[in-house]
């Protein structure tokens, strides 16, 4: 993978690719050191933080970081679940509210209140009474279109999860498995809050359709292709990407993030003036990542003041450019990259994590009969 893929592969990713270490951290195995001033995060492989922020929490904290990277971020919760009576780390940060209820389900945190947590938005916040996790970044499942292939053809992009069934985008179409892919599973639950499951829908120009399995047929029959992680759908199938160019990719819509844009720009060389790729923003869903304390974690006071430090002014604004989402403090900036090529959706859809947990199993085994087989 070449150093410019890299990049952007982890940074839009949220969970799915692959980076290299980061900062004063080394990834590995084992579990926490024993010593007090080391202080283990587990997350997914797209974590990042610049290393000078890092070795501000350092020198602060008198705690040394150590981040142990674990695959994408279902793989990551699902083995943070497994390993949770002799963890491997102190702070887990990655679980996103599409996964959140089964993190809670199994114990896998411990109660603490980060410090900081009252400049969190309201909107934000889960689990007021216990506690377990924190919220620390959001960032919205998007389909992104390619702006010179619908310029070439004098064709307006899609606006909406309506206009992607319309004749007009037969065959335009990748996402990604909802089994498989935190961004696929994002966007099927964006489809089930839109159009809903029993009957009702937000739009009068669904309500022939009904639910979100209804739309799923019309998605399937206009030519929907399906991949099974984001890397392959962004990089190898989507027309708009650097990867897709280089690939000769030949789809001009892909499901991705609100924040993709920016990165086409950031990374690029030379940067274009404009962002190559746009975000239809009404199919937007809102993700949110959470971090807690491992239960049995052997530096527990290490483990809240990293909490502490995910909160922070400091480490919020230095996300975006790092892994591409938005922080969730009130008073924290966000570069002029996400204001001019990538803000935040307005209105997208959501659900709430106690919903999601309710249905997510079996939706997903109902969209895999439906659209895979």
């Given at each position: ?123 934000y916040r889960v689990d007021q009474g216990k506690h377990r996790v924190t919220p620390v970044d959001s960032g919205d499942i998007c389909v992104n279109y390619d702006k010179a292939y619908f310029s070439e053809r004098k064709l307006s992009p899609p606006t909406s999860f309506d206009d992607l069934v319309k004749p007009e985008y037969k065959n335009l179409l990748v996402t990604e498995n909802a089994s498989t892919s935190s961004p696929g599973l994002g966007f099927l639950l964006g489809t089930a809050a839109r159009y809903g499951d029993g009957g009702t829908s937000r739009s009068s120009e669904a309500e022939s ?165």
């Amino acid at each position: 993978m070449s150093t410019s893929k890299k990049v952007v592969a982890a940074a839009l990713g949220f969970g799915l690719a692959t980076l290299s270490a980061c900062g004063s951290s080394d990834s590995g195995s084992g579990g926490s050191d024993s010593g007090s001033k080391t202080v283990t995060l587990v997350s997914h492989n797209s974590f990042a933080a610049s290393k000078g922020v890092l070795k501000a929490f350092e020198k602060e904290s008198g705690y040394k970081v150590r981040v142990l990277k674990d695959g994408d971020a279902g793989q990551a919760v699902n083995k943070a679940i497994l390993t949770k009576d002799n963890p491997q780390g102190d702070v887990f940060f990655g679980v996103d509210n599409t996964l959140l209820s089964r993190a809670l389900d199994n114990g896998l945190f411990q109660s603490y209140e980060a410090k900081g947590s009252e400049l969190i938005r309201p909107q934000y916040r889960v689990d007021q009474g216990k506690h377990r996790v924190t919220p620390v970044d959001s960032g919205d499942i998007c389909v992104n279109y390619d702006k010179a292939y619908f310029s070439e053809r004098k064709l307006s992009p899609p606006t909406s999860f309506d206009d992607l069934v319309k004749p007009e985008y037969k065959n335009l179409l990748v996402t990604e498995n909802a089994s498989t892919s935190s961004p696929g599973l994002g966007f099927l639950l964006g489809t089930a809050a839109r159009y809903g499951d029993g009957g009702t829908s937000r739009s009068s120009e669904a309500e022939s359709g009904g639910r979100w399995q209804d739309y799923w047929k019309k998605l399937k029959a206009n030519g929907v292709k399906v991949v099974d992680g984001w890397e392959q759908a962004y990089n190898e199938e989507f027309s708009g990407s650097a990867g897709g160019r280089k690939a000769k990719a030949d789809r001009p819509l892909v499901v991705s993030y609100a924040s993709s844009p920016p990165a086409e720009v950031v990374f690029a060389d030379p940067r274009p003036e404009t962002a190559p790729t746009g975000v239809s923003y009404g199919t937007c869903f809102r993700q949110i990542e959470y971090a807690g304390l491992l239960s049995n974690a052997r530096n527990s006071e290490g483990g809240k003041a990293f909490l502490d430090f995910l909160v922070s002014k400091e480490f919020q604004e230095d996300m975006p450019l790092n892994m591409f989402v938005h922080p969730v403090i009130e008073g924290a900036s966000v570069p002029k990259e996400f204001t001019e090529y990538g803000p935040a959706a307005k209105d997208p859809e959501t659900m709430a994590p106690s919903k999601i947990a309710a249905n997510r199993d079996q939706w997903v085994r109902s969209w895999t009969s439906l659209v895979l087989k």
